[in-house]
């Protein structure tokens, strides 16, 4: 396979998922962030003001799509939103919940808006999230059913990822229309499948949605210790892979080819949220001292940086990466 997503002008960038700790710039709560397109876009750029990374994300939400199929979103005020009901037990609920598809509704528009704005403002980076297929399927059928109708019932489960593909699709293709420069398609239920699972029900639906948005570029999150999958997930057309803090970036590094970014992969619990500014700081020189010889990597946490992180412990880590950055060109 040839990846031709080198990110060419994007060398060794800094872009940590900042979306939660921001609402406490702005004194706003996650519901609103995630509901009103002006109070995150105010959130965003907040952030980008204060630290000033490469590249912004929105705020992840692992809702997005379901929710404008009809499902029931469960909305705390600081939490990250879930959903309450789960109706797919037979391809008759398929059906019928296909019929309450009306393409980019509900709050993909909220989403979009908000890059249009970053993009607008901001010559920076621009991120957006959308869902993975296998994901969205546990959405749908919930995660212990889709679990084990990978194994009892297949066919439902393909079912399902054909449908959340085009739901998917429709849905990045929006934000890449709305100014997103990359993607970052959340795939974290794919963790629990063997790697004969995760090609079939996760790695080849992956592979039809890059097809499908023209090799647009992706990347390929997926939480917890992908050790079994990383391989295969090199496959996938990504342009990159976010990796979980459980992953040994010295080993992975060399076996990943080359036009395959890896972004990542401080701690986001156990550094950004419960660490000193100190023991981010020296966290940030390892990793960037791991990676000083790959042009493509992408500093980052290994996932969204908890809503409570200290703003000391992420400005430890900018004031980090670059003074580290530029030790390393030095020393070169």
């Known amino acids: 396979m040839t990846y031709k997503h080198n990110i060419k002008n994007w060398k060794n960038p800094v872009i940590p998922l900042l979306g939660a700790p921001g609402i406490r710039l702005t004194g706003t709560t996650l519901m609103e962030n995630l509901t009103q397109s002006e109070i995150q876009y105010k959130t965003l750029s907040m952030?980008?003001?204060?630290?000033?990374?490469?590249?912004?994300?929105?705020?992840?939400d692992l809702t997005v799509e379901v929710e404008s199929l009809g499902l029931k979103i469960g909305f705390p005020e600081n939490s990250h939103p879930s959903v309450?009901?789960?109706p797919i037990t037979k391809r008759s609920d398929l059906d019928a919940l296909k019929e309450n598809w009306h393409r980019n509704t509900g709050r993909m528009r909220i989403f979009a808006e908000v890059i249009e704005k970053i993009a607008k403002n901001y010559?920076?980076?621009?991120g957006g999230y959308i869902i993975g297929p296998f994901s969205m399927a546990g959405e749908l059928m919930g995660v212990n059913k889709a679990a084990l109708n990978v194994m009892v019932n297949p066919d439902l489960v393909s079912a399902c990822l054909d449908f959340s593909l085009q739901v998917i699709t429709e849905y990045a293709q929006t934000?890449?229309?709305?100014g997103a420069d990359v993607l970052a398609v959340l795939e974290p239920l794919a963790v629990i499948l063997s790697p004969e699972q995760y090609k079939k029900f996760s790695l080849k639906p992956f592979q039809k949605l890059v097809a499908h948005l023209k090799n647009?570029?992706?990347i390929l999150h997926i939480c917890g210790n992908t050790h079994h999958l990383v391989e295969l997930m090199c496959e996938s057309g990504a342009m990159g892979l976010s990796l979980d803090s459980h992953v040994n970036f010295k080993e992975l590094k060399n076996i990943i080819p080359n036009g395959i970014s890896l972004m990542g992969n401080l701690d986001p619990v156990n550094i950004f949220l419960r660490a000193?500014?100190?023991?981010?700081a020296s966290a940030t020189t390892d990793l960037l001292e791991t990676m000083k010889d790959d042009?493509?990597?992408i500093l980052s946490s290994g996932c969204d940086i908890p809503l409570n992180?200290?703003?000391?412990?992420?400005?430890?880590?900018?004031?980090?990466a670059p003074e580290m950055q530029k030790r390393i060109i030095l020393e070169v």
């Not at 934000?175 to 709305?178: D, G, I, K, P, Q």
């Not at 200290?310 to 980090?320: D, G, H, L, R, V």
Request: charged residues 25%; proline residues 12%.
């Open 309 to 320: 992180s200290p703003f000391e412990n992420i400005e430890a880590f900018m004031k980090t």
């Open 47 to 60: 952030l980008i003001d204060k630290f000033k990374p490469d590249g912004i994300f929105p705020l992840m």
């Open 84 to 86: 309450i009901n789960h």
């Open 276 to 280: 000193t500014p100190e023991k981010v």
């Open 295 to 297: 042009e493509n990597f």
């Open 216 to 218: 647009k570029p992706l």
């Open 175 to 178: 934000l890449f229309n709305a």
């Open 123 to 126: 010559p920076i980076i621009k």
